[in-house]
């Protein structure tokens, strides 16, 4: 794994700039994409190509990582909503080459097609990806087998405080999502994360220092053939 060190502006600005070149290069790109207060700045500056004629991502493919269960997508809290606003809403995309798991309705049956739709639409060629301050890559918390595929999984108590921040109170974040898997995730032919501030150290530092288990869903990425970690100073604070 490479890693990058650099302030929120710098590291997104670098990531933004792999999925303007990306696309550039590709233009029916398959894009994996994620929520979270992390990538904003990401999505921010793809943005911002689009409108000043440097990208068009009007044949690009896109894949959510995960959806809370019990949103539809037009909560404002539910990941659909969140890529329409901070994204797709403000891009070229048609929004029918937009994926995100289902959070209500038949978001099972969905789920279990998730996958195979990935590999029908050729398999993730650049996929970002946030990460928990217990470890965890989308919604696969501490615990989860590394050859899981898109799945239903139960959200861990940290995850639910940390998440607790973007609603009106704690009891109304969901308990459930469904999420792609580590070996989903794992598929993708390049991988980008990025962490920022304090509350990330640990999560970074066992992601990069420590071994490779279960109960840190982010170290199977020590496997992954491409991945880089962009951090800044303080996400990266106990590997220095
Ligand atoms: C949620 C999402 C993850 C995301 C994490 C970190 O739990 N399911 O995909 O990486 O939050 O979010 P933030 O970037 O807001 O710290």
Do not use: W
């Not at 044949?59 to 329409?84: A, C, K, P």
């Not at 087998?145 to 607790?164: C, G, M, Q, W």
Request: proline content about 3%; hydrophobic content about 35%; some cysteine.
């Amino acid at each position: 794994m490479k890693v990058i060190v650099g302030n929120n502006e710098q590291i997104s600005k670098l990531i933004a700039e792999e999925f303007i070149k990306q696309v550039n290069e590709k233009p029916n790109s398959v894009l994996g994409l994620a929520t979270g207060t992390s990538p904003l700045k990401v999505y921010a500056n793809m943005i911002k190509a689009y409108k000043n004629g440097k990208v068009s991502y009007k044949d690009v493919v896109t894949f959510n990582l995960d959806e809370y269960i019990g949103l539809e997508g037009t909560h404002n809290q539910s990941y659909r909503y969140f890529m329409n606003d901070n994204l797709f809403d403000h891009i070229d995309i048609d929004k029918n080459n937009t994926h995100v798991l289902l959070g209500v309705g038949d978001y099972l049956a969905y789920a279990n097609q998730y996958d195979e739709l990935i590999k029908q639409a050729g398999g993730i060629d650049l996929q970002i990806l946030g990460i928990g301050s217990d470890g965890h890559i989308a919604f696969n918390e501490p615990g989860t087998p590394f050859d899981s595929l898109t799945h239903v999984a139960e959200l861990a108590e940290s995850t639910i405080k940390d998440n607790s921040r973007l609603f009106n109170d704690i009891s109304e974040v969901p308990t459930k999502a469904v999420t792609m898997g580590l070996k989903s995730i794992m598929n993708a032919k390049r991988i980008v994360l990025i962490a920022t501030g304090k509350n990330k150290a640990q999560a970074i530092y066992n992601l990069l220092k420590g071994k490779m288990t279960e109960e840190v869903p982010c170290s199977i990425l020590q496997k992954h053939p491409d991945c880089t970690i962009y951090v800044d100073e303080e996400a990266y604070s106990l590997v220095k």
